[in-house]
């Protein structure tokens, strides 16, 4: 009777996982996926940015590369080698703050304090694997121009500059470095990609796939030259290329008016909907959201419950997760009810914010699956390294994208894939690119 109650609520408003139509979601997501691919721009098609990237040469084995990894709060450097097992060794690991995320810094700073880090480790290699985890426009050559850095990062006058010809200016110019640096920049889920990669010597897999899934998601992919048609005449078209997709960005998934609301109040409405729809970030404003609806305009909640709620200001994803695992435990949401059916309501509420994530994400795997053909054999799955605290701290929700894998992608798509998780993919991934690109 609980769940009856709350699914017709949800379903008057838009919101009920049940009614995501997964196959016309896929049929949209796929043409825009093509449509970026051919250089359509936003909003009528996902970014498809090219990296210059590929797969397919040998990971040398005992050779060292400096690693950099640009993150939201710290800056990591360390030298990675391979054996020949492909396993990492990291060596002379080292840990700073994030340039830019203590005070405001000018972009000649900024460098410099980069290529300080780095000058060590030059006696070791001259190859950089830079994992950038900034908007960055990826060059022919491996280099990056900033876009923007998150809220976290204040260096303005590093905005637009080459990341690479920037930072081998101040090694050359500055700091006196004479031997010619050769750096790879590419971004956390391109990383987790080629980390994967780095594993695949032990299994048999058909192509490689990076998802991210935190705060924010985004998935990369390998594709066929041939089908980037925007940069026709410019790259081989026999060989094959990593996209990082920016799927956060998709833009046309459907949403509810309350998934509008929440799109309105952020800093950039419009942008990276289906971000909105799926991430970390998000799935605490979508219960807070819901269940303020539901307190108002229906009987599903007590006036103990809505009394309660209502000093709620701010919901994240480990307490719609801390709930559902412990409805009568001392989460502050089981303490805002009165009794069962509060309890219950609220349940089915949370339950279904995490099964429309897990039809969304299927559908999105489902894209990659169909656009590369990969994975047709169970014996060679795609593998689909992830990274990401909602992917790995969420059980309800992995349990529920375990359901449409099997149900939606392998069952009537006859499609299969394999998650891996890989530590340190950031590190790994990055040392990869350095080294075969």
């Known amino acids: 009777m609980g769940r009856a109650k709350v699914h017709a609520f949800l379903e008057d408003r838009g919101l009920l996982a049940a009614t995501v139509d997964m196959e016309e979601e896929l049929e949209r997501f796929l043409e825009h996926m093509r449509k970026g691919l051919a250089g359509v721009p936003l909003p009528d098609a996902m970014p498809m940015i090219p990296t210059y990237l590929s797969l397919g040469k040998k990971v040398p084995v005992g050779e060292p590369v400096i690693v950099m990894d640009a993150g939201g709060t710290n800056f990591r450097i360390c030298l990675v080698t391979f054996d020949r097992n492909y396993d990492a060794k990291v060596e002379y690991f080292k840990k700073f703050p994030m340039p830019g995320t203590e005070r405001e810094i000018s972009g000649k700073e900024f ?25 960055c426009e990826i060059q022919p050559d491996k280099d990056g121009r900033i876009l923007n850095f998150s809220k976290e990062v ?26 010619d640096v050769h750096i790879v920049l590419l971004n956390d889920t391109v990383a987790a990609l080629l980390g994967g990669y780095a594993k695949s010597n032990k299994r048999e897999y058909d192509s490689n796939c990076g998802f991210i899934l935190g705060t924010g998601t985004n998935c990369a992919y390998l594709e066929d030259n041939q089908n980037i048609t925007k940069l026709k005449g410019k790259i081989n078209p026999f060989s094959n290329m990593i996209i990082n997709m920016e799927s956060g960005d998709y833009r046309i998934a ?43 305009h229906t009987d599903l909640f007590s006036g103990f419950f809505a009394e309660n709620f209502s000093t709620i200001h701010e919901l994240e994803s480990y307490q719609l997760d801390d709930f559902l695992y412990a409805p009568y435990g001392p989460g502050e949401l089981s303490q805002c009810c009165a009794n069962d059916i509060d309890r219950e309501h609220l349940y089915f509420i949370i339950d279904n914010i995490f099964e429309r994530a897990a039809k969304l994400v299927a559908m999105s795997f489902c894209a990659v699956h169909i656009q590369t053909d990969s994975g047709r054999n169970p014996t060679k799955p795609l593998a689909i390294t992830v990274d990401g605290s909602t992917f790995y701290k969420s059980k309800l929700f992995r349990s529920k994208l375990k359901y449409y894998v099997k149900d939606f992608i392998n069952d009537k798509y006859g499609y299969y894939n394999e998650f891996l998780k890989v530590e340190n993919a950031n590190l790994i991934g990055a040392a990869i690119a350095g080294l075969t690109n």
């Open 111 to 135: 460098y410099h304090t980069i290529a300080d880090a780095v000058l060590p480790y030059l006696e070791h290699s001259t190859t950089i694997g830079f994992c950038f985890s900034y908007a």
């Open 154 to 179: 204040r260096c303005p006058e590093a905005v637009g500059s080459l990341v690479g010809a920037s930072l081998k200016k101040v090694l050359r110019e500055d700091k006196g470095v004479k031997e």
């Open 254 to 296: 459907t949403r509810s008016d309350i998934d509008r609301e929440i799109d309105a109040m952020t800093n950039a409405p419009g942008a990276y909907a289906f971000e909105k729809l799926i991430s970390g970030r998000y799935q605490g404003l979508q219960a807070l959201y819901t269940i303020r609806e539901a307190i108002e």
